[in-house]
């Protein structure tokens, strides 16, 4: 089993961003001394639920920071970005991290993110199987156009994808690692319904399943997933990866009254400065009744508690890696002293 953090970033009430950014990079610098597998960025634009804006960069300050421990995006928002460009930065990574970085990508929401970065309600709504698509070339062909001849650069090809250009050379190539052989970077993709799940399957990509989803939510995933992949003529097992949040204390009421005094603040604040791209309503959750959701779902409590948990999950699921949010309490100290903790009185326990 392998365990690993989720840094979102959060800008907690009273806090700066500067602040907020500071914890990421401790978080990820204590997850390698705490003997933790990975870290997993996440990306948001214009609110203080995150104040990552670009994942694969904060990752490539991770992996100059680290020497062991695997980096990856949870997510890149593949339809604010030029697929080929995202792929460039991969292939960068991979390389010179000698293939410490893992590539997740997913369709993020439809803010209005959207508007500003020029993809529209159409790059959500519809392009992200074709963006993923070319994407997946990039990292996998040596050269890479999408329509034959064209030479009249950027704008929708005869095919009626997003992108349209003339074949050019993938440099660097991912797949030359240092000896001139290898794979390319590991691609993940965030599934939030059974059609992301499908899309994913389709292409025998392991998911990114959410910290909202319990473990028999989580386990009809992964069927659904198997049994697409094996209809596509794809292996049915893959390295999933789970995301949660993880507080430890010596008693589970402690975990769980840090986690509800500080989290709810945070997830009203952020979650209110999302603004849809086209004026639709949103539901958004209660933050104290999503906190206790949380705390229910997750490793929060005791060591003990978190290593049954984990390892129910896994058995349940058939999962075997975690991304678990460890900076619930808002603060450098704590968030710290959870990694250390997770690691010398969790991880041991696990399989």
Excluded at 96 to 113: A, C, K, N, Q
Excluded at 206 to 213: D, F, I, N, R
Excluded at 240 to 254: E, I, P, W
């Amino acid at each position: 089993m392998r365990v690993g953090a989720f840094v979102l970033a959060a800008q907690f009430p009273g806090q700066g961003q500067g602040e907020a950014l500071h914890r990421a990079v401790r978080t990820a610098e204590v997850a390698e001394e705490a003997g933790l597998d990975s870290v997993w960025i996440a990306e948001h634009h214009f609110v203080p639920y995150g104040v990552c804006p670009s994942a694969v960069t904060l990752a490539a300050l991770l992996l100059g920071r680290t020497r062991r421990l695997r980096v990856g995006t949870a997510v890149s928002v593949l339809p604010s970005t030029h697929p080929v460009a995202l792929g460039e930065q991969a292939a960068l990574l991979h390389l010179t991290s000698e293939g410490r970085f893992t590539l997740g990508v997913g369709r993020g929401g439809p803010w209005v993110d959207l508007e500003v970065f020029g993809g529209g309600l159409d790059a959500y709504e519809n392009r992200f199987p074709q963006d993923l698509d070319l994407l997946r070339r990039w990292l996998t062909e040596p050269r890479v156009g999408t329509a034959p001849g064209l030479g009249t650069g950027a704008g929708t090809d005869a095919a009626g994808e997003r992108y349209g250009f003339r074949e050019v050379a993938v440099v660097p190539r991912p797949s030359e690692a240092l000896d001139g052989e290898g794979n390319g970077p590991e691609v993940i993709v965030a599934c939030t319904s059974p059609a992301s799940v499908r899309l994913a399957a389709e292409r025998g990509l392991p998911m990114l399943l959410g910290m909202h989803c319990g473990d028999e939510d989580k386990a009809a995933m992964v069927e659904l997933w198997r049994r697409t992949a094996r209809a596509a003529g794809r292996s049915p097992e893959a390295g999933h990866v789970s995301a949660g949040v993880c507080q430890l204390a010596d008693r589970t009421a402690d975990a769980r009254e840090t986690l509800l005094k500080a989290m709810p603040g945070w997830l009203k604040q952020g979650l209110d400065a999302h603004v849809t791209v086209d004026g639709r309503q949103r539901a958004m959750r209660d933050p104290v009744a999503y906190t206790e959701l949380l705390c229910d779902l997750h490793p929060v409590g005791t060591p003990e508690l978190a290593a049954d948990r984990l390892a129910a999950t896994s058995e349940r699921t058939g999962i075997t890696r975690f991304a678990l949010l460890t900076e619930g309490s808002g603060d450098l100290a704590s968030t710290e002293e959870n990694l250390r903790r997770l690691g010398a009185e969790v991880v041991p326990g696990l399989g």
